[in-house]
């Protein structure tokens, strides 16, 4: 499975940006498919995360509604869309996707990771 992202950028404050990643590959093995951030000095956390057969949809609290996470399965793409950015909100955003979870938000499950895209709030 290859995850490649976009979409990231500069944004001022109570911006908006819309974050893509494509999926190739073995995509029928992807049973979560989500977001993860990295800011600078802090640990990366798990941002939202979309069950790709069911549609159930998850997130931290910390972005809960302001993101919002879908797919296109026909299209084999995943998005986030982020509303009312903050300062906090920038870091490294990753592409994620695992074949199986049981805690949806925690690292260690998902092998698969795109190689990121920056987003930035001023």
């Known amino acids: 499975v290859q995850l490649v992202e976009s979409g990231g950028g500069l944004v001022q404050a109570g911006g908006s940006l819309t974050l893509s990643c494509e999926v190739s590959?073995?995509?029928?093995?992807?049973?979560?498919m989500g977001w993860f951030r990295q800011a600078p000095g802090k640990e990366r956390e798990g941002v939202a995360v979309?069950?790709?057969?069911?549609?159930?949809?998850y997130y931290a609290d910390s972005v809960k509604g302001r993101f919002t996470i879908s797919q296109d399965s026909v299209k084999n793409m995943v998005y986030l869309q982020m509303n009312s950015l903050k300062p906090e909100d920038t870091a490294m955003y990753y592409c994620?996707?695992?074949?199986?979870?049981?805690?949806?938000?925690?690292?260690?499950?998902?092998?698969?990771w795109g190689q990121g895209t920056q987003v930035t709030v001023s």
């Open positions: 994620v996707a695992a074949t199986w979870v049981l805690d949806v938000l925690v690292e260690n499950y998902y092998t698969y």
């Open positions: 979309i069950s790709t057969g069911t549609g159930i949809t």
């Open positions: 590959g073995n995509t029928y093995i992807t049973a979560y």
